[in-house]
């Protein structure tokens, strides 16, 4: 029989490592936008992708590349919406990348320590920790539900747009 604290952990684990296969396969996508947008072919796009080695500064470049001058309307603003929605979608994973995981020893919930450094006008604060409840495991369900659909959001504009696949 498995402990119910060490249950709940794999639970956690699952879900992490299923958003991060999600999160990488549609952060992916935006080769197909930079090659899009740049006129240029999947190759040279995978480069340019892995030379950038922030979800941030891809999806800055896809941004600005859709932005540029004389860019129609009907292809620049569907690629901002997903582009914004990426990003918003990147917080949850970042919390989730970036920590260490113990357990509340009264609870048994797992929990986050945020591997950052926050600089303080006088002091510094490090690791700071967030109890994953039945709540948090849900709101990472509902990330993954939501990459999911931005994938296929994505896969459509990048035909509609006849872009490189």
């Known amino acids: ?57 891809r999806i800055d470049l896809v941004e600005r590349l859709a932005k540029m001058e004389g860019r129609p309307a009907l292809i620049r603003d569907p690629i901002l919406e997903h582009t914004q929605r990426l990003a918003k979608l990147s917080s949850i994973r970042n919390k989730y990348n970036h920590c260490i995981y113990s357990f509340d020893p009264e609870s048994g919930n797992p929990k986050t320590i945020l591997m950052r450094i926050a600089d303080r006008k006088t002091d510094i604060k490090l690791g700071r920790e967030d109890t994953v409840d039945e709540n948090a495991l849900r709101q990472i369900e509902a990330v993954v539900e939501q990459l999911s659909a931005a994938n296929r959001d994505i896969w459509k504009l990048i035909r509609q747009l006849g872009f490189p696949v």
């Open 1 to 57: 029989m498995t402990d119910p604290f060490e249950a709940r952990f794999d639970r956690l684990i699952l879900l992490v490592g299923r958003l991060n296969y999600m999160w990488t396969n549609t952060e992916s996508l935006l080769i197909h936008l930079i090659a899009g947008l740049t006129d240029t072919s999947k190759d040279v796009a995978v480069i340019i992708f892995l030379t950038l080695n922030t979800t941030r500064a």
